[in-house]
């Protein structure tokens, strides 16, 4: 432990006895925000994108017949339109966000509403401009932060589990659950939970999204025809790429959550100008 | 303090929000936000062809992995009366003209075609909508129509001009005022209309009455375009000189073995194998070769181009 950087980190103690830990180097925070604000746009461009052809099929082509999953609309019992997401054999009526939306006071059969997607209007062009662009600054903002966290050895330190988390792996993910989270030098590191957490995103989510995107270019099919051989064909590579932006929207919904009952002015503090304050010390107080 | 800070934190995130969402269509309506998004393309362009050489082919597939049902998309059956009048005779007169910058401008027939080497591919066809089908294509090498042209020294584009009406300048298939003409990357009506068509035909996958061969080389239309003062625009596409001496690169006339049925741009059309579903363009009647795409439609360099889709689309 003592040759851990987290220890090295810039510590102090304010007038009021309050430690302060200098949580987060500014390349992270940077990262951090970009990645962000890139991650929305991206979502949000995608699901435009996705509305073009709103279904998901696994191979190398489409199965029109029998989609994986499909959000449309169709008409109910009632004769009235209804929005209708089909996973398999399975429907679900999805009226008023999926399959059917309002829309400046109309319905609309589009998959995922307007408020949802950018551009809002259905204009599959544009959408894909947006996206690209924006996963290059994807792509560029994660080389800078895995390039910096591995030669400042913050990866290591915020991703990997140190040996005594892991001998108390049971214990931690009780703490974790009932919510209670810790202070003083423990609250310097990031949880067991926390830190598998950012590994799967990190080295494991985000890259499987890039590669799964890549993975339905025809050009680089033609370049890596083993990329898309890896997913199982250039339509199981869009399910695969839908599937992970459902799983990094669920990260950061509980992300969001988890920071709004931990602190959230400390956490934001801490991600804005890279100070987190650690509580009281009891020896260091006056 | 933390109280301000909090407030302030709040509404920095409401106005970033609020910005970002009603603000990206603006700056992507802008000239210059439509440049900043051209960026992402030239990358695109530039990397992907960093990764391969310019005999790199595309994957090909075992017959078993042929889809039972080749989704036509776009045009589907062109309006055009010339058009209708050459498959009312099977296309026996149809002519492919080869011309622009080239030393010996050609005109070929379709038995003219089928006299020069021929390839056949079976490949995947990826829709910019998202979606793939695969099929065997059979045609001629464009490199071995643009070698018995000869190009000149300054071409440097194909352009292939097609045969299909999308739309009527100053006034769209709707009857439109035209507004979004002159505005490339502008949702416009047609293109909406034409997704939406796209996007209604998936569901149920049943093919239609186009798709039989029997109905394909047939009967002229009694539908046929009454005679029409407007200009009408028609489906062009282009590819630079790196795709069109691609091996894979061809003038399909066959597909699964049969002829081209007018669903899928009978008699000829272009497969490019590397890149998306719209540059394979239908209904191919003349092979241009230019040195910039300036003079072709709005300077995009295809129909879909003009409306804001990327010209590289190999990705």
């Known amino acids: 432990m003592a040759a851990s950087p987290a220890l090295q980190a810039p510590e102090t103690v304010d007038r009021q006895g309050r430690r302060w830990f200098y949580r987060h180097p500014l390349v992270i925070r940077l990262a951090h925000w970009i990645n962000a604000a890139v991650l929305l746009v991206l979502l949000m461009s995608g699901l435009q994108i996705f509305n073009a052809h709103p279904a998901l099929y696994w191979g190398a082509v489409s199965t029109f017949d029998d989609p994986a999953l499909a959000i449309t609309s169709d008409q109910g019992r009632d004769g009235k339109s209804r929005g209708v997401v089909t996973v398999g054999t399975r429907t679900f009526d999805t009226t008023g966000v999926l399959g059917l939306s309002r829309e400046g006071g109309t319905e609309v059969e589009r998959a995922?509403?307007?408020?949802?997607?950018?551009?809002?209007?259905?204009?599959?062009?544009?959408?894909?401009?947006?996206?690209?662009?924006?996963?290059?600054?994807?792509?560029?903002?994660?080389?800078?932060?895995?390039?910096?966290?591995?030669?400042?050895?913050?990866?290591?330190?915020?991703?990997?589990?140190?040996?005594?988390?892991?001998?108390?792996?049971?214990?931690?993910?009780?703490?974790?659950?009932?919510?209670?989270f810790p202070e003083g030098t423990e609250a310097k590191r990031y949880n067991v939970i926390q830190k598998l957490t950012y590994l799967v995103l990190v080295l494991g989510l985000l890259p499987a999204m890039v590669l799964a995107g890549l993975a339905m270019s025809p050009g680089m099919d033609a370049a890596w025809p083993w990329l898309t051989e890896l997913f199982g064909g250039r339509q199981s590579a869009r399910s695969v790429h839908f599937i992970a932006a459902g799983l990094i929207v669920l990260f950061v919904v509980v992300h969001v959550l988890l920071v709004l009952v931990s602190g959230l002015v400390n956490n934001m503090r801490g991600m804005i100008t890279g100070w987190f304050s650690l509580g009281r010390d009891r020896e260091g107080a006056r | 303090m933390i109280l301000h800070r909090r407030n302030l934190l709040t509404a920095g995130a409401g106005l970033m929000g609020t910005a970002l969402l009603g603000g990206c269509d603006r700056f992507a309506g802008s000239d210059a936000g439509r440049q900043t998004l051209q960026v992402g393309e030239d990358a695109n362009q530039y990397v992907q062809r960093l990764l391969m050489s310019p005999t790199t082919l595309a994957r090909e597939f075992p017959a078993a992995m042929i889809s039972p049902w080749f989704k036509p998309n776009g045009t589907i059956d062109p309006p055009d009366r010339a058009y209708r009048a050459l498959a009312a005779k099977k296309f026996a007169e149809f002519k492919l003209t080869v011309d622009g910058l080239v030393q010996t401008p050609l005109s070929l027939s379709l038995a003219d075609l089928r006299a020069l080497p021929s390839r056949t591919q079976i490949t995947r066809h990826d829709c910019v909508e998202g979606w793939s089908c695969i099929g065997q294509w059979a045609g001629v090498p464009l490199a071995e129509v643009l070698k018995r042209a000869?190009?000149?020294?300054?071409?440097?584009?194909?352009?292939?001009?097609?045969?299909?009406?999308?739309?009527?300048?100053?006034?769209?298939?709707?009857?439109?005022?035209?507004?979004?003409?002159?505005?490339?990357?502008?949702?416009?009506?047609?293109?909406?209309?034409?997704?939406?068509?796209?996007?209604?035909?998936d569901w149920g996958g049943a093919p239609t009455a186009t798709d039989a061969p029997k109905d394909d080389w047939g009967q002229g239309s009694p539908a046929a375009e009454p005679e029409d003062k407007r200009t009408p625009i028609r489906y062009y596409e282009s590819i630079d000189l790196y795709d069109a001496f691609n091996p894979q690169t061809i003038l399909a006339y066959d597909l699964n073995g049969k002829p081209l049925p007018v669903s899928n741009g009978a008699p000829l059309r272009l497969r490019v194998e590397r890149q998306l579903g719209y540059k394979q363009a239908k209904y191919v009647m003349r092979v241009e070769m230019v040195e910039s795409l300036n003079g072709i439609g709005q300077g995009g360099g295809g129909y879909w181009e003009d409306r804001g889709y990327e010209w590289y689309a190999g990705i």
Do not use: M
């Not at chain 1, 030669?151 to 792996?169: E, K, N």
């Open chain 1, 112 to 180: 995922f509403p307007s408020w949802a997607t950018l551009p809002a209007d259905q204009d599959l062009a544009t959408g894909r401009r947006w996206h690209f662009l924006f996963a290059w600054l994807l792509v560029i903002n994660g080389a800078v932060y895995l390039t910096y966290g591995l030669f400042s050895g913050q990866l290591r330190r915020r991703l990997i589990p140190d040996g005594d988390q892991i001998r108390h792996f049971g214990a931690s993910v009780k703490e974790h659950l009932l919510l209670r």
């Open chain 2, 150 to 201: 000869g190009l000149k020294p300054q071409a440097r584009y194909a352009v292939f001009h097609c045969a299909d009406t999308l739309e009527y300048a100053g006034g769209g298939l709707e009857g439109g005022d035209g507004a979004f003409l002159g505005r490339p990357g502008h949702p416009g009506a047609v293109r909406d209309a034409y997704i939406q068509l796209a996007a209604a035909e």
